[in-house]
């Protein structure tokens, strides 16, 4: 099985960044996601990592550490837009997606 | 394209009761899924296939059953509804289970069991 550990929730202000922890523990790893998920809605992809650094899209950006089994998202120039829940999963050596229980971050004007 | 279009919505039921939730892909994937979504626990992996007639078990497998006889649908299966069983369910498709095979989430279907 996996473990998977992430903030339950953070607040942030308008316009400022937000970094969102991701720890985990695997048997075998095939790559670590990051998904938004808007209350009462589907998650959607946001990023993905199977080798270790930064990967930046526009005004997010997500790192992975395969030694340390540890990624953050990093959110910049908060939008109102931005609040919702972000979820961490990790891919495992059967291929299996497992989720963390998600960060609630919420922007505050 | 619809993507991943899942049935119902919204369902209420009793205990002891069955019922199936339909979930339908229409991008020919080959790796389909089901998962239930509880408040502080994230989403938890009930089923998935990874081609037509090839199902297998996830984390949370008791009290439901699946079966993949197209690649288009994977239906979820209630034998006998519990209140345990009150969930969102998701069901969710990606081309493969590999590298960076990024699942498509249907809209959700919330289950109330009384």
């Known amino acids: 099985g996996q473990n998977i550990d992430q903030p339950t929730e953070m607040t942030a202000t308008e316009g400022a960044i937000v970094q969102i922890n991701c720890t985990y523990q695997?048997?075998?790893?095939?790559?670590l996601f990051w998904y938004q998920q808007h209350a009462g809605e589907a998650p959607t992809f946001l990023s993905y990592n199977v080798l270790d650094g930064l990967e930046e899209k526009g005004r997010f950006s997500s790192f992975l550490s395969r030694s340390k089994g540890y990624s953050y998202l990093l959110l910049k120039e908060l939008q109102m837009k931005d609040s919702a829940s972000y979820l961490c999963?990790?891919?495992?050596?059967?291929?299996?997606?497992?989720f963390g229980a998600g960060t609630t971050v919420t922007v505050r004007a | 394209n619809a993507g991943v279009t899942q049935t119902p919505k919204f369902q209420v039921l009793k205990t002891g009761q069955s019922m199936t939730l339909q979930c339908a892909q229409d991008m020919n994937h080959e790796y389909m899924s089901w998962y239930r979504q509880d408040p502080g626990m994230g989403l938890r992996l009930i089923h998935y296939s990874v081609g037509a007639g090839i199902t297998d078990q996830g984390e949370v497998p008791n009290g439901y059953n699946v079966s993949r006889s197209t690649t288009e649908d994977f239906p979820l299966r209630l034998l006998s509804a519990a209140p345990s069983q009150t969930s969102v369910y998701f069901c969710?498709?990606?081309?493969?289970?590999?590298?960076?095979?990024?699942?498509?989430f249907g809209a959700g279907s919330r289950l109330t069991v009384l």
């Open positions: 695997t048997s075998g790893f095939n790559g």
């Open positions: 999963a990790v891919r495992d050596g059967d291929y299996k997606l497992s």
């Open positions: 969710a498709s990606s081309y493969g289970v590999s590298g960076a095979n990024v699942l498509t």
